[in-house]
């Protein structure tokens, strides 16, 4: 029992003739005879009686036919769900590894749950890199940092960032970390530790704290892969690290921690001014709305 023959099943039952259904379907009289046929035979009953000139149901006809109309719309369903899935809607979104740990979380689920029909598709990486790939537009937004108060932060990516908009959504502590012990500290010469640990080179985090500990010593960097690796680094007395509060926050062995703030950063959405779709503008007005919430 196939969809075709319960199409031609219905369409008999609806016109009540052999010749009319055949010309709806465009079928040859004799083709939608020899279905009906083979769909009795294969049921073992009749569905129609064949008394006069109207093609009648039977009380077998009658029961078979409501579920023929259920299993029509269920495949008709089916189709569109498959065709639309085929076109679903994708938002490229980038992310620094901070944020998608500590900010992005909720803030996917409300989108996922507010727009089931539009897929995210979700890349990690450091300001730089995100910020060229948004002006490529490999990227439809992206998660970002930059100090505060400092607008030409960005230019260093290359590129025109005259073309970015930007919205601010977070504002973060920026911290540097240190063992357990060790002595407060005022200025860079006043870091006991041989190294700094931190993310890669286009890291705003890292290039702030860089920028700062060079004001007063030549220490060397270490690029570690996540912020789990750099508080390993820090709680094992072999580096200085670098990373926001709100990181610091949810990670283990925290307590003891001591720190030091070098200042505020804030985190951006940016995107391109020429390319703001409707997805992106609700995924927009989602963080915003996050933003204010945590606040």
Same mark, same amino acid.
Request: with cysteine; net charge neutral; hydrophobic share 45%.
């Given at each position: 029992?196939?969809?075709?023959?319960?199409?031609?099943?219905?369409?008999?039952?609806?016109?009540?003739?052999?010749?009319?259904?055949?010309?709806?379907?465009?079928?040859?009289?004799?083709?939608?005879?020899?279905?009906?046929?083979? &769909?009795?035979?294969?049921?073992?009953?009749?569905?129609?009686?064949?008394?006069?000139?109207?093609?009648? #149901?039977?009380?077998?006809?009658?029961?078979? #036919?409501?579920?023929?109309?259920?299993?029509?719309?269920?495949?008709?369903?089916?189709?569109?769900?498959? /065709?639309?899935?085929?076109?679903?809607?994708? &938002?490229?979104? !980038?992310?620094?590894?901070?944020?998608?740990?500590?900010?992005?979380?909720?803030?996917?689920?409300?989108? *996922?749950?507010? *727009? +089931?029909?539009? =897929?995210?598709?979700?890349?990690?990486?450091?300001?730089?890199?995100?910020?060229?790939?948004?002006?490529?537009?490999?990227?439809?937004?992206?998660?970002?940092?930059?100090?505060?108060?400092? @607008?030409?932060?960005?230019?260093?990516?290359?590129? *025109?960032?005259?073309?970015?908009?930007?919205?601010?959504?977070?504002?973060?502590?920026? #911290?540097?970390?240190?063992?357990? !012990?060790?002595?407060?500290?005022?200025? +860079?010469?006043?870091?006991?530790? @041989?190294?700094?640990?931190?993310?890669?080179? !286009?890291?705003?985090?890292?290039?702030?704290?860089?920028?700062?500990?060079?004001?007063?010593?030549?220490? @060397?960097?270490?690029?570690?892969?996540?912020?789990?690796?750099?508080?390993?680094?820090?709680?094992?007395? $072999?580096?200085?690290?670098?990373? +926001?509060?709100?990181?610091?926050?949810?990670?283990?062995? $925290?307590?003891?921690? *001591?720190?030091?703030?070098?200042?505020?950063?804030?985190? &951006?959405?940016?995107?391109?001014? /020429?390319?703001? =779709?409707?997805?992106?503008?609700?995924?927009?007005?989602?963080?915003?709305?996050?933003?204010?919430?945590?606040?």
């Amino acid at each position: 029992m196939d969809l075709s023959s319960l199409e031609i099943f219905l369409t008999v039952a609806e016109e009540g003739s052999v010749a009319r259904a055949a010309k709806r379907l465009m079928r040859a009289p004799s083709n939608v005879t020899t279905r009906v046929q083979q &769909l009795e035979e294969q049921l073992e009953v009749p569905l129609f009686s064949r008394g006069g000139k109207k093609m009648a #149901l039977t009380v077998e006809g009658r029961s078979l #036919l409501s579920y023929a109309r259920k299993l029509m719309a269920l495949a008709e369903e089916a189709r569109l769900a498959v /065709k639309s899935a085929g076109r679903q809607m994708v &938002l490229r979104v !980038g992310t620094m590894e901070s944020a998608a740990a500590s900010r992005l979380p909720p803030v996917l689920a409300r989108f *996922n749950e507010e *727009n +089931p029909t539009i =897929s995210l598709r979700l890349t990690l990486g450091a300001t730089r890199e995100l910020t060229k790939a948004v002006l490529a537009g490999e990227l439809d937004c992206a998660v970002i940092a930059t100090p505060q108060d400092e @607008p030409d932060w960005l230019s260093s990516t290359g590129g *025109n960032v005259g073309d970015l908009h930007s919205a601010r959504v977070h504002r973060e502590d920026l #911290l540097l970390v240190l063992p357990p !012990g060790h002595a407060p500290v005022a200025a +860079p010469q006043d870091i006991r530790l @041989p190294a700094l640990a931190a993310l890669e080179a !286009g890291c705003t985090y890292r290039q702030v704290a860089e920028r700062w500990i060079r004001t007063g010593t030549n220490m @060397p960097t270490v690029e570690l892969s996540s912020y789990h690796a750099i508080l390993a680094h820090v709680v094992a007395g $072999n580096a200085v690290g670098v990373m +926001p509060r709100s990181v610091l926050d949810m990670l283990p062995w $925290n307590q003891d921690i *001591n720190a030091h703030r070098l200042g505020s950063v804030d985190t &951006l959405l940016i995107s391109r001014r /020429k390319a703001r =779709s409707d997805p992106l503008l609700a995924f927009e007005e989602i963080m915003l709305t996050s933003s204010t919430a945590v606040q």
